[in-house]
């Protein structure tokens, strides 16, 4: 009679350590699954052209908004949520090209923001505009990177 199969512990991978946002962006493979092609369209679309710390805190947004209970569970469902991206038309991220070094920035730092491999600079965040825009008084402001005003 054989021996019942006995459960194995495999250690849970830690997330590597870097010594820079730069160097946590630039260890990223070019492989990517639904989370994180949301989520870069979603960077790319809002923060393209910020600096590395305001996209990450663009994607820490997106997905505290999934981990909160207020809005939907998914990443992808909180891109696509109605009435929240102005870049989102009927549901849908528009098409990127896939070439493009911005692209290339944006899946990265959504890797990033996925395997919490770096410190958001914004961690408590919800929600986040452009400085042109006046925020309502009911939020508490949590960081101002680049272009943009993070708010919890």
Not at 3 to 16: C, E, G, N, S, Y
Request: net charge positive; aromatic share 8%.
């Amino acid at each position: 009679q054989a021996d019942p199969v006995q459960p194995v512990d495999v250690p849970k991978p830690q997330p590597a350590t870097f010594d820079s946002l730069d160097a946590a962006v630039a260890a990223q493979d070019t492989s990517s699954d639904d989370d994180a092609r949301c989520l870069a369209g979603a960077v790319y679309f809002e923060s393209k052209g910020e600096p590395l710390s305001g996209q990450l805190a663009v994607a820490q947004v997106i997905i505290n908004r999934a981990k909160s209970g207020r809005f939907p569970t998914s990443v992808c469902s909180v891109v696509t949520q109605r009435g929240q991206f102005s870049f989102v038309h009927a549901g849908i991220i528009p098409s990127i090209d896939s070439s493009r070094a911005a692209y290339r920035t944006a899946l990265a730092v959504a890797k990033v923001a996925l395997r919490a491999a770096w410190d958001s600079p914004a961690p408590d965040a919800l929600f986040f505009h452009a400085r042109s825009v006046s925020a309502s008084a009911r939020m508490t402001k949590v960081a101002a990177i680049g272009n943009h005003i993070f708010y919890r």
